[in-house]
């Protein structure tokens, strides 16, 4: 009876598993001729429990908090290259080369200058946004990281002390159930944000190890984890401030790139694959805008008069102001962290004349720098000759929607399959009232037959009794 209450107040706490009471046959007992059964006792006090399916429920929650993360994250990812709602890069570029092609119409039009140079500054500033919000999005994924990494400590803490207080009260004879429940909802919780395993090794003691990586419990020891950044010869992780994991104890050894599913797994998998190929992506694009779109204005002479000699040509250092070999934007511009650091060359902010239309000096009409500008638009000077800007640009945003589209056929497959691992561990481990309620009606009877047997042996003696003389 004490068991079935028990079940029944536990009915609607999450985790908790069924218990019921085993019996055995009492010892007989030998009465002359005759063996007497002595009754029932209680052999113990069992959990409905499979480690199997717990297993099984655990690797689903693994798998689902992985796909479910990602998605997320893959969203906000999304959302900095939506040219749906807003302008994208694609859009303001077309715009660019759209108006150095005008300007290649009207190369003494002073108005369509300055509409060059405010696209240009739009081009920049929407470089400069994207590699923002990628190192927004950055910074957030090495924040939750971090967080995640105190939420692991935090349960691992938790489960090395309910294994020593499982190991004391079973050591002494006690039943520990409802401690080993709370140690298996530790372990879900701990499933969510690494792949992780859980046995008893042989000193009987009780292990839970992240795949890949090692163990972070063994009995009443608790591995802690700690996060921070690792210095490796030419990476860019540690210009970009990425977070790596590692055993507090072993500082100089992360062993991020082992973690490949959960809620951990999804973060380091987006920063380190979508993140880190945007940025590369992006600045691959932005360090080809310069230095083709610069080689060609060099070339060019700005809108000012200059001096020549008799035979026509310039006369070196003769004019007041540079006039060729100006750079529309600012040089020099490293491969990485291009989209970061272009912008607009001096030259060019600080007059619209010394963007370049000619090809010859003291030429107003000569419109061949701009137009072989524009053509930049259309020509393939990306990836060694293979790719345009816009087809550049469209294959980094057209990668990272599939990427998005996928996540999300994958976490709705894993929800299923985890709502299916959940049910059939319900079913082993759950409360029914119904069957409690029939479990009390069965012990009812049982208790009012007993009843009535002591009756009649009492009914018996008082007979036996009442013959004596």
């Known amino acids: 009876m004490a068991t079935t209450s028990h079940n029944i107040a536990n009915a609607n706490t999450e985790g908790f598993s069924r218990q019921e009471v085993r019996t055995e046959t009492g010892p007989a007992i030998g009465e002359g001729d005759y063996v007497i059964g002595s009754g029932v006792e209680i052999q113990s006090i069992r959990r409905q429990h499979d480690e199997l399916v717990e297993k099984k429920l655990n690797n689903s929650i693994t798998h689902h908090n992985f796909n479910e993360k990602r998605t997320l994250q893959l969203g906000h990812v999304e959302e900095i290259f939506n040219e749906i709602n807003s302008e994208g890069m694609n859009k303001v570029l077309n715009r660019f080369f759209n108006s150095m092609r005008e300007l290649s119409n009207q190369p003494e039009n002073e108005t369509v200058r300055n509409v060059v140079k405010e696209n ?38 938790t489960i090395a002390k309910l294994n020593k207080e499982i190991n004391i009260q079973e050591v002494s004879g006690g039943m520990a159930n409802d401690l080993r429940d709370q140690r298996d909802r530790a372990i879900r919780t701990l499933a969510e944000f690494a792949p992780i395993t859980a046995y008893s090794d042989n000193q009987g003691q009780y292990v839970i190890s992240i795949e890949g990586v090692g163990s972070i419990v063994a009995g009443g020891i608790a591995q802690e984890l700690a996060t921070g950044s690792t210095v490796k010869d030419g990476e860019t992780s540690i210009d970009k401030g990425n977070v790596e994991v590692f055993f507090a104890n072993r500082p100089g050894v992360p062993f991020s790139d082992k973690l490949k599913n959960g809620t951990l797994g999804a973060l380091l998998k987006t920063r380190n694959e979508e993140i880190e190929g945007l940025e590369k992506q992006i600045d691959e694009l932005a360090h080809g805008l ?53 912008d607009l060359s001096d030259e060019i902010k600080e007059d619209v004349n010394n963007i370049a239309t000619a090809y010859e000096p003291n030429k107003p009409g ?15 000077v990306l990836g060694a000759g293979t790719t345009t800007f816009e087809e550049q640009y469209l294959k980094s945003v057209g990668n990272i929607g599939l990427q998005t589209g996928k996540s999300k056929i994958d976490e709705e497959q894993s929800a299923g399959i985890l709502a299916q691992a959940k049910s059939f561990k319900e079913r082993l481990a759950g409360v029914s009232l119904d069957e409690e309620a029939a479990n009390m009606v069965r012990y009812q009877n049982a208790y009012e037959a007993s009843a009535k047997v002591i009756k009649a042996s009492d009914e018996m003696f008082k007979a036996v009794l009442g013959l004596l003389p």
Do not use: C
């Not at 007041?320 to 491969?335: M, Q, R, S």
């Not at 000569?366 to 393939?380: M, T």
């Open 120 to 157: 240009a500054k739009i081009v920049v500033g929407d470089f400069h946004r994207i590699q923002n919000s990628l190192d927004h999005v950055r910074a957030s994924v090495n924040k939750d990281i971090t967080n995640t990494v105190k939420e692991i400590n935090g349960l691992t803490g």
């Open 290 to 342: 310069v230095l083709a779109t610069n080689a060609i204005h060099r070339r060019g002479y700005a809108n000012h008069p200059v001096p020549v000699d008799a035979q026509g040509n310039p006369v070196p250092n003769a004019a007041a102001k540079k006039v060729t070999g100006i750079n529309f934007f600012k040089e020099p511009l490293d491969l990485k962290r291009a989209a970061e650091y272009i």
């Open 366 to 380: 000569d419109n061949r720098v701009a137009l072989a500008i524009s053509k930049l638009q259309h020509e393939k």
